[in-house]
T-cell receptor, first 115, second 109 residues
Framework: GAVVSQHPSRVICKSGTSVKIECRSLDFQATTMFWYRQFPKQSLMLMATSNEGSKATYEQGVEKDKFLINHASLTLSTLTVTSAHPEDSSFYIC???????????FGPGTRLTVT | GQNIDQPTEMTATEGAIVQINCTYQTSGFNGLFWYQQHAGEAPTFLSYNVLDGLEEKGRFSSFLSRSKGYSYLLLKELQMKDSASYLCAVLDSNYQLIWGAGTKLIIKP
């Protein structure tokens, strides 16, 4: 089956610093990758959709200058949380989809804690 | 607008059967997914229905009625490890996944 990895799995950072999260499709080419955020006991919230080689499409209410997304290759997308604040603490999950399939394959998630 | 409704929480007994319902109103329809999500983990794929009817996969089955905008996930022979949230998601006309809020399933011995 398709495998998606995320790194790091957990990160603690100080307020005002930036954090980069990587999402990789290990055994398929991901033409589209999705970034989600999930607060405790809440459902997934789509933040943005990125297609390889083009700019990400952000959902309403998501600051594109704060959450920088790069999808430079068919196997790697990165999410950088810039100038992180405690309210950015959340579970960030990426998913990937190849051009042949509409199923999204999820990474294991990254738990970000901003102190 | 687009909307997916599913119960917030359900409780069932180990060994029993439980049915989790999902109704949807979306702009277009290209299939419906069910995902399982344990606390603190990412969702894992359970099923995909694009045609009406029942799809059976081991202890789990998923049903779809497109005319009614309705699906259910049926879990048989419940085990304690089935305690999780179950997410219903519809692929709309733009091939974007629209997510329900999830149903937290609590299994009691």
């Amino acid at each position: 089956g398709a495998v998606v990895s995320q790194h790091p799995s957990r990160v603690i950072c100080k307020s005002g610093t930036s954090v980069k999260i990587e999402c990789r499709s290990l055994d398929f080419q991901a033409t589209t990758m999705f970034w989600y955020r999930q607060f405790p006991k809440q459902s997934l919230m789509l933040m943005a959709t990125s297609n390889e080689g083009s700019k990400a499409t952000y959902e309403q209410g998501v600051e594109k200058d704060k959450f920088l997304i790069n999808h430079a290759s068919l196997t790697l997308s990165t999410l950088t949380v810039t100038s992180a604040h405690p309210e950015d603490s959340s579970f960030y999950i990426c998913s990937a989809r190849d051009w042949q399939d509409y199923e999204q394959y999820f990474g294991p998630g990254t738990r970000l804690t901003v102190t | 607008g687009q909307n997916i409704d599913q119960p917030t929480e359900m409780t069932a007994t180990e060994g029993a059967i439980v049915q989790i319902n999902c109704t949807y109103q979306t702009s277009g329809f290209n299939g419906l997914f069910w995902y399982q999500q344990h606390a603190g983990e990412a969702p894992t794929f359970l099923s995909y229905n694009v045609l009406d009817g029942l799809e059976e996969k081991g202890r789990f089955s998923s049903f779809l009625s497109r005319s009614k905008g309705y699906s259910y996930l049926l879990l048989k022979e419940l085990q304690m490890k089935d305690s999780a949230s179950y997410l219903c998601a519809v692929l709309d006309s733009n091939y974007q996944l629209i997510w329900g809020a999830g149903t937290k399933l609590i299994i009691k011995p």
